[in-house]
Structures are given as C-alpha cells and as structure tokens.
C-alpha cells in the first residue's frame, strides 16, 4: 500500500503562483509514475502533469508552460509549481501514483490523496 498526503494549495490572485508538494509513504519503491490530476466544479478530474520515477515529466497541453513537476526522491515528495495561474485551475488538485506504464488516465492510478484545494481569485 501507498498513502499519499497533499498540501500546499490556497487562495492566489490570478497570475500568482503556488506550489503543491505530496509526499509518499508506505511501499513506495513499487510507484512508476506520480501525476497531479485537476477536479474543476462541477467537471470530471483530468490529468495535470506526471512524472515517472526517474524524473521524466509529462504535462497536459492546458498547462504546459506554466506548471513544472519535480520530485524529491530524499524526502519521497513530488512538488507541482503552478505559475500563471487562471481562474479555470481553480478546484481540487489531487496526488496519484501508478504501479503501471500508462501516464494521463486516471483508471491507471491505483493510490489516490485526499486532494488540496486551489481558489484563483480574478
């Protein structure tokens, strides 16, 4: 089993910036790909940005440009720095990881965290 923790979302003017960091624990060697996956109001959660263990990053076209993945393998933490931002990456960001090759469909991700809340104020 792998538990994931989200933290670091908030309220931010639009243009500013945040940074998203979740942090693994558990059977973590197992993790293939972490990816941060968007829940818009109202809107089905689709995926932001993934990065595979061995650092190589992925990104959907709405926020390729502006959102940068990294990961701290020392502190097991994946961070999502989201710059730029517009009043439609408002909602519910959420931290996946995935035993298996598929990067963008959330049907690959088997570990889920609670998700951490993004407000862009315009």
């Known amino acids: 089993q792998v538990q994931l923790v989200e933290s670091g979302g908030g309220l931010v003017q639009a243009g500013g910036s945040l940074r998203l960091s979740c942090a693994a624990s558990g059977h973590t060697s197992t993790i293939v790909f972490t990816a941060w996956f968007h829940q818009g109001l109202g809107k089905d959660r689709e995926f932001a940005a993934a990065i595979s263990r061995d650092g190589d990053a992925y990104y959907a076209d709405s926020v390729q440009g502006r959102f940068t993945i990294v990961r701290d393998n020392t502190r097991n933490t994946v961070y999502l720095r989201m710059n730029s931002l517009e009043p439609d990456d408002a909602g519910v960001y959420y931290c996946?990881?995935?035993?298996?090759?598929?990067?963008?469909?959330?049907?690959?991700?088997?570990?889920w965290g609670q998700g951490t809340q993004v407000a862009v104020a315009s």
């Open positions: 996946a990881a995935s035993e298996g090759s598929e990067i963008s469909h959330r049907s690959a991700y088997s570990f």
